[in-house]
Structure formats: structure tokens, C-alpha cells
């Protein structure tokens, strides 16, 4: 499954599994002059490079429920022509049994993202019903996700090291959150504050801090809210607005606080009742977010799907 290519420059991974995506080093300071990652994507069996550059562009997607049109993923990728990949919250779909290759193969075919690589986290539309939840072999043939998160969610809790980010990704909706949150909330720490790279951003599809009454787990926030300190941005769906908790403007002289962002991709609305935990929501949607990474900075700016700029955040490190 993962082939090394050895280079006289160096070494270089092309892998074909997210979880042997490149060797980072272990001083916290990236010196290579050449870097190529090479993976699979989930729909089909060609290879793709993605941070080929200096900067990482990517786009974040919110609950989605079978709602965006083909249309829809083309203007994404008309406003986002410079993305390299692209994370996905949760919810994706309105249940498991529809099947994701297909599905997704339709919506985004001839589009950008048929051809880019892909990050998701499951939200509690992709676990089956009943006392035994889980997820489904179809979710998993899907998204082939790495399998270096803790052993009760391998496969659905995960990170992906980019050159100047790591990205990881929560499963909140594993029934082993409740019985296990203390060795997740160890893992989280431990991703965290292993990570080389400058930034730390985090999904989860069910968040900390809700903006709609009612919809915090106590469980989530038990297991998160002291563990994603460290992190830089935390993006989660679920509550179906566009919501955020932290400062637009934040440099690395400023006490550490993370940007709490939640996201929504979907045409089903709903209008928030509380606005005590998060700064700013903004009914309505579909969104989407563009994220962009130097070594020195993190832009995070929310769209509408006519181009529309409803919010943008700057992180700098120096």
C-alpha cells in the first residue's frame, strides 16, 4: 500500500494511505528545500500531489445533508481556484445509507473537488440509529482516513501533517467518547503539543460552544473544552449557522486563545437562540471557509456562495 521513492535530493514519501503521508522532522524547524505528497483520493485510483507550494489553501465545508447542488461546488472551486484540499465537518450526507462514492462522484463530478484530496470528520447523521450507533463499512470505504488517533475511533479521529500545519480531525459522535474521554482527551493533548508545525487547527462536527440553545453535549465539552487550548482554530458544525468565539486579529504577543469558528454548508437554516457563547452568528447559508497558511500567518475568511465575505480572521506567528 505505500511506496517509498528515494531521491538523491532527499527522501521523499508518495504515499497511498493519508496516515504515511510524509515524515516530518523531529526538530520543530522544517528544513527541506523539496517536498512532495502524494495520496489517494477516496473516489477513485489515481494519484494526487497537493502542497506543492509554500502556502496551503484549503476549504472547510460545514454540514452539507445532500443539500449542495453541482452548481454549487463549482462556484466553490471558481471563488477557490488555488485550493489543494479540502475538509469536511460532518453531516455530509442526511443518512448512512446512502452511499457516499456515488453520491459524491454525482454532486462534484467535473468540479475541483472530484479530483482533490479529502478530510472529514462523521457527524451524528453518518452513524446508524438505535442503542448500537456506529458507522457504517460505507463511511469507511469512503473516506480511507489515517489510523494514528486513539484505538476506539481509528480511522475517524486523526491528523494530517501539512509543512507548516497540522490539521486533525475529532470524532464526537463515537459512543466510546463518554466511556473513554479521558485517553481522548490525552490524545488530543498529546496531538497537539507534538505537533512541529506553527499551526494547530482542529474539526469536529459537534462543538464546544454552541450558538443555538440547548445544543452543547456535555460530554464534548467535558472531554475538549481544557484539551483544544493549544490549538489555533477549531472549526464544528451541527448548529446549522455561522457562529465564532475569539478575535479576528491575534499575533503571538497576545495571550493564546483559539478561534472557536462553527460552519454550515447547508440550505436547512437554522436561526440561533443563544449568543452568550459565541461572539458572532450569522443565520442564514450556505458558507463555506478559505483557509490560508504561511509559516508566519493563518487567514481564515467565511463565504457565501455568491462570493460574499461575511467574516476574516488573521493569526500571525513571527
Known amino acids: 500500500m505505500i511506496a517509498v521513492i528515494i531521491l538523491t535530493a532527499g527522501t521523499i514519501l508518495c504515499v497511498r494511505?493519508?496516515?504515511?503521508?510524509?515524515?516530518?522532522?523531529?526538530?520543530?524547524?522544517?528544513?527541506?528545500?523539496t517536498l512532495s505528497t502524494r495520496f489517494?483520493?477516496?473516489?477513485?485510483?489515481?494519484?494526487?500531489?497537493?502542497?506543492?507550494?509554500?502556502?496551503?489553501?484549503?476549504?472547510?465545508?460545514?454540514?452539507?445533508?445532500?443539500?449542495?447542488?453541482?452548481?454549487?461546488?463549482?462556484?466553490?472551486?471558481?471563488?477557490?481556484?488555488?485550493?489543494q484540499c479540502y475538509a469536511q465537518v460532518g453531516d455530509f450526507v442526511e443518512r448512512e445509507q446512502l452511499y457516499y462514492k456515488q453520491l459524491l462522484k454525482y454532486q462534484m463530478r467535473g468540479t475541483l473537488f472530484d479530483s482533490l484530496p479529502v478530510m472529514v470528520c462523521p457527524g451524528n447523521h453518518e452513524y446508524t440509529k438505535g442503542v448500537n450507533r456506529q458507522l457504517p463499512?460505507?463511511?469507511?470505504?469512503?473516506?480511507?482516513?489515517?489510523?494514528?488517533?486513539?484505538?476506539?475511533?481509528?480511522?475517524?479521529t486523526y491528523y494530517v501533517d501539512f509543512r507548516d500545519l497540522r490539521f486533525i480531525a475529532i470524532d464526537t459522535e463515537s459512543p466510546h467518547i463518554l466511556s473513554d474521554h479521558t485517553r481522548l482527551n490525552a490524545w488530543v493533548?498529546?496531538?497537539?503539543?507534538?505537533?512541529?508545525?506553527?499551526?494547530?487547527?482542529?474539526?469536529?462536527?459537534?462543538?464546544?460552544?454552541?450558538?443555538?440553545?440547548?445544543?452543547?453535549n456535555p460530554s464534548v465539552w467535558l472531554s475538549m473544552?481544557?484539551?483544544?487550548q493549544g490549538a489555533d482554530v477549531i472549526f464544528s458544525g451541527h448548529d446549522h449557522t455561522y457562529a465564532r468565539r475569539g478575535k479576528t486579529l491575534q499575533d503571538e504577543h497576545e495571550a493564546h486563545t483559539p478561534v472557536w469558528i462553527g460552519v454550515s454548508s447547508t440550505t436547512q437554516v437554522r436561526t440561533p437562540k443563544n449568543r452568550s457563547n459565541m461572539d458572532t452568528i450569522v443565520a442564514g447559508g450556505p458558507f463555506f471557509e478559505r483557509l490560508?497558511?504561511?509559516?508566519?500567518?493563518?487567514?481564515?475568511?467565511?463565504?457565501e456562495l455568491d462570493g460574499t465575505c461575511i467574516d476574516s480572521i488573521c493569526l500571525y506567528k513571527r
Open 17 to 33: 494511505r493519508w496516515d504515511a503521508w510524509f515524515a516530518m522532522p523531529a526538530e520543530p524547524e522544517w528544513r527541506s528545500d
Open 189 to 216: 493533548k498529546g496531538a497537539i503539543s507534538s505537533a512541529c508545525q506553527p499551526w494547530v487547527v482542529v474539526m469536529m462536527h459537534r462543538p464546544v460552544y454552541a450558538s443555538r440553545k440547548g445544543r452543547v
Open 292 to 303: 490560508h497558511i504561511t509559516r508566519h500567518a493563518l487567514t481564515v475568511r467565511s463565504y
Open 225 to 228: 473544552a481544557k484539551a483544544l
Open 137 to 156: 463499512d460505507s463511511w469507511y470505504e469512503s473516506f480511507p482516513m489515517p489510523q494514528n488517533g486513539p484505538k476506539s475511533s481509528l480511522g475517524s
Open 40 to 83: 489517494l483520493t477516496f473516489n477513485d485510483q489515481t494519484t494526487y500531489s497537493c502542497q506543492h507550494t509554500d502556502t496551503l489553501t484549503m476549504v472547510v465545508l460545514g454540514d452539507v445533508h445532500n443539500t449542495l447542488k453541482h452548481s454549487d461546488y463549482l462556484r466553490i472551486a471558481e471563488l477557490c481556484p488555488d485550493m
